[in-house]
T-cell receptor
């Protein structure tokens, strides 16, 4: 059974903290993605990666960075969390050349 | 750029009612089209997809037909159940888009007894 796991379901952080969101997939997928989901805005792509140590900016990369040191793991980093980064964060993965993405359960991040 | 437009929700139906959720798209090429579903507290799951014009995707009683002439991919189900209550997202992946998906804003469906 294919699986994408995210390190936390719920997270509460303070403004200015450095935040790490971890995503792990066990399907040997080349592609990994980070989205944020907000009411009325749908899913917006933050960053994606086609391979280890590779990263590409999505539609809303400002305030975020990513790290992919191993094929199965893709981390989203908020260098200095702000209240407008309060959101649901979803990780996804897919095989190279295939459009179907498999999603994790999401992390609901609240920044106070 | 690519975009997907969905009807706004929430859509509230009685059990066994007919469901239609409208989705139209704008793309430069010939995209693949998807419907994803998000049940409460969960991530997104692929519901169905279509990769070329006139293809019909189907799964769990849901259907959608890729209509190139109207740039649409409307989701339908003949008889909804309470367990279908979820948020439904229409998405596209354009040729040359690097396997990226562009999502609509989502439509919440509530099915009542």
């Amino acid at each position: 059974d294919v699986k994408v796991t995210q390190s936390s379901r719920y997270l509460v952080k303070r403004t200015g903290e450095k935040v790490f969101l971890e995503c792990v997939q066990d399907m040997d997928h080349e592609n990994m993605f980070w989205y944020r989901q907000d009411p009325g805005l749908g899913l917006r792509l933050i960053y994606f990666s086609y391979d280890v140590k590779m990263k590409e900016k999505g539609d809303i990369p400002e305030g975020y960075s990513v790290s992919r040191e191993k094929k199965e793991r893709f981390s989203l980093i908020l260098e200095s969390a702000s209240t407008n980064q309060t959101s649901m964060y979803l990780c996804a993965s897919s095989f190279q050349g295939f459009n179907e993405q498999f999603f994790g359960p999401g992390t609901r991040l609240t920044v106070l | 750029g690519d975009s997907v437009t969905q009807m706004e929700g929430p859509v509230t139906l009685s059990e066994e009612a007919f469901l239609t959720i409208n989705c139209t798209y704008t793309a430069t090429g010939y995209p693949s089209l998807f419907w994803y579903v998000q049940y409460p507290g969960e991530g997104l799951q692929l519901l169905l997809k279509a990769t070329k014009a006139d293809d019909k995707g189907s799964n769990k009683g849901f259907e959608a037909t890729y209509r190139k002439e109207t740039t649409s991919f409307h989701l339908e189900k003949g008889s909804v159940q309470v367990s279908d209550s979820a948020v439904y997202f229409c998405a596209l992946s354009d040729v040359g888009g690097g396997n990226k998906l562009t999502f609509g804003t989502g439509t919440q469906l509530k099915v009542e007894l």
